[in-house]
């Protein structure tokens, strides 16, 4: 039901973009929300990676895990991400890295899920555009700390 899509230049290479994306493992340390984090199973593809992970996404009252199947293709800067099981109808997810001729990137954010809760998607429903926002604002911030804010002495 909810979508969200965003597309925003970045002043971190695809690949620093990517590398930071693909730390599921990391997401309870910056992420909004996110509570916990475990990778249930990792395997090779032929270009690229597989993991099975579980999240725990913790609002308010509202305290759910679920799995999700994260396709990793490096060589593409291309992450995709699945549902396995938890609240949800669906869960779709896609992120895309494109490299800009000046060093930095173009961040393509795609985001489609439905709850299986009528309660908990009128909740989020009031609130999800803003809570998108806050995600992305959340892995660029990472970034400035991982990798420095660009208009920085430091970087």
């Not at 593809?45 to 597989?50: K, Q, V």
């Not at 993991?51 to 996404?57: F, H, Q, S, T």
């Not at 992450?79 to 109808?89: A, H, N, Q, R």
């Not at 173009?106 to 429903?125: H, M, N, P, R, T």
Request: glycine residues 4%; contains cysteine; negative net charge.
């Amino acid at each position: 039901m909810p979508t969200h899509a965003e597309k925003r230049k970045m002043p971190y290479t695809a690949q620093q973009m990517y590398d930071l994306v693909a730390d599921v493992s990391a997401y309870p340390k910056f992420l909004p929300w996110t509570a916990a984090a475990r990778i249930r199973t990792r395997y090779p593809i032929e270009d690229g990676e597989i993991l099975e992970a579980d999240l725990v996404i913790s609002f308010k009252l509202f305290r759910e895990r679920f799995g999700s199947r994260v396709t990793l293709k490096p060589a593409d800067y291309c992450i995709d991400v699945e549902y396995l099981d938890g609240p949800f109808k669906y869960l779709n997810n896609h992120w895309k890295f494109t490299p800009c001729t000046d060093g930095g990137c173009e961040a393509d954010f795609f985001v489609d899920f439905e709850f299986k809760s009528a309660v908990l998607q009128a909740v989020i429903g009031v609130v999800f555009n803003e809570a998108m926002q806050r995600i992305v604002r959340a892995f660029e911030n990472r970034a400035a700390q991982l990798y420095g804010r660009p208009d920085s002495p430091a970087s």
